[in-house]
T-cell receptor, first 117, second 112 residues
Framework: EAGVAQSPRYKIIEKRQSVAFWCNPI?????LYWYQQILGQGPKLLIQ????????DSQLPKDRFSAERLKGVDSTLKIQPAKLEDSAVYLC???????????????FGQGTRLTVV | AQSVTQLDSQVPVFEEAPVELRCNYS??????LFWYVQYPNQGLQLLLK??????LVESINGFEAEFNKSQTSFHLRKPSVHISDTAEYFC??????????FGQGTRLTINP
């Protein structure tokens, strides 16, 4: 079974530029997550989708970050314009929802390491 | 809303010694609990999970965790650690249809 695919693996941009990350979850996984992991910290949830609807985006800086999940499959996360403090690893994950409504564990991609200079 | 507190940011131990990594959570609904491991320069991998049933859950590499509802804890233990267990360990909680929240992580360092 293929895992969660993310691209690119690495990205270096200058501040005020824009950047986009792409994620393809495991087939059949209804839930998709985007996390930001700053060096030395735990993953911080930016946005969680259930199919193509947003479950939670309370910690997404909406003035500069946006995310979409068209057709409830793959997803893109965009930052525009980027700031120095956006330097982090951006993780995408997906999980399955069982018939009882229980959500199983999240499976993570390798992440995109963003450096803003 | 859920939250997770990992009580130790770093835990150094000697090889073959026992270890406990502590995790406390808060949630207003029934919870699902997870421990993830992140080896150096690698992605997050599931170590073990509690969804329902037995409160003691085990991983294939000797770790175990016990769900304690009264103390709202899900501590991770291993009776004898190996150098290869050196990694960052993250506790996470999810409540029903609610979001999956991670703790700040505990860096486990094994000394020979």
């Amino acid at each position: 079974e293929a895992g969660v695919a993310q691209s690119p693996r690495y990205k270096i941009i200058e501040k005020r530029q824009s950047v986009a990350f792409w994620c393809n979850p495991i087939s059949g996984h209804a839930t998709l997550y985007w996390y930001q992991q700053i060096l030395g910290q735990g993953p911080k949830l930016l946005i969680q989708f259930q199919n193509n609807g947003v479950v939670d985006d309370s910690q997404l800086p909406k003035d500069r970050f946006s995310a979409e999940r068209l057709k409830g499959v793959d997803s893109t996360l965009k930052i525009q314009p980027a700031k120095l403090e956006d330097s982090a690893v951006y993780l995408c994950a997906s999980s399955l929802v069982l018939k009882q409504g229980v959500r199983t564990e999240a499976f993570f991609g390798q992440g995109t390491r963003l450096t803003v200079v | 809303a859920q939250s997770v507190t990992q009580l130790d940011s770093q835990v150094p131990v000697f090889e073959e010694a026992p270890v406990e990594l502590r995790c406390n959570y808060s949630s207003s609904v029934s919870v699902y609990l997870f421990w993830y491991v992140q080896y150096p320069n690698q992605g997050l991998q599931l170590l073990l999970k509690y969804l329902s049933g037995s409160t003691l859950v085990e991983s294939i590499n000797g770790f175990e965790a016990e769900f304690n509802k009264s103390q709202t804890s899900f501590h991770l233990r291993k009776p004898s650690v190996h150098i290869s267990d050196t990694a960052e360990y993250f506790c996470a909680v999810s409540g029903g249809a609610q979001k999956l929240v991670f703790g700040q992580g505990t860096r486990l360092t094994i000394n020979p």
